[in-house]
């Protein structure tokens, strides 16, 4: 009285792709559907997962006449991972370089400003100006709210 748990949508697409993995070959819609069958996977979802496996790029589609060929070929899996390790370290090497040029240009805008007594002095006046605006313009406020227009 075991209930048998079905298979989960990886695991489907695992076995799909397995059937192409396992011969190098290109197979219609009918020879994919009998031999995942064969392997474990319901017959009436292998279309569902077949397709998302072609949107996703591990499974080519093409269509010559009236019927649709599949194809996956072993070296194309590690030849994409391999070009996307290729990828990933340009795209690292080109935000390290990003990196040191805004540091450079961080450490250039910090030239001229290094703390020093007239520039805390400076500093202090503008805070203090600062709050006097803020003052005056609550002032104004109070004064417009009693303004007759």
Known sequence: MSKRKGLSLEEKRDKVLEVFTDSADV???KDVEKLASKKGVVLQTIKEVL???VDDG????????SS???WCFPAEAS??????VEQAKA???AAQSREQEVLGMVQQAKQGKEDSSEREQLMKEISELQS?????AQE??????SDPE
Request: charged content about 15%.
């Open 132 to 136: 006097q605006v803020e003052q005056q």
């Open 27 to 29: 197979f219609v819609l």
């Open 79 to 84: 030849t994409k991972i391999l070009n996307d």
């Open 140 to 145: 104004l406020q109070q004064f417009a709210d």
């Open 91 to 93: 795209n690292i090497a």
């Open 58 to 65: 591990m499974v080519h589609q093409e269509k010559i006449g």
């Open 51 to 53: 397709q998302s496996l």
């Open 68 to 70: 649709n060929y599949f």
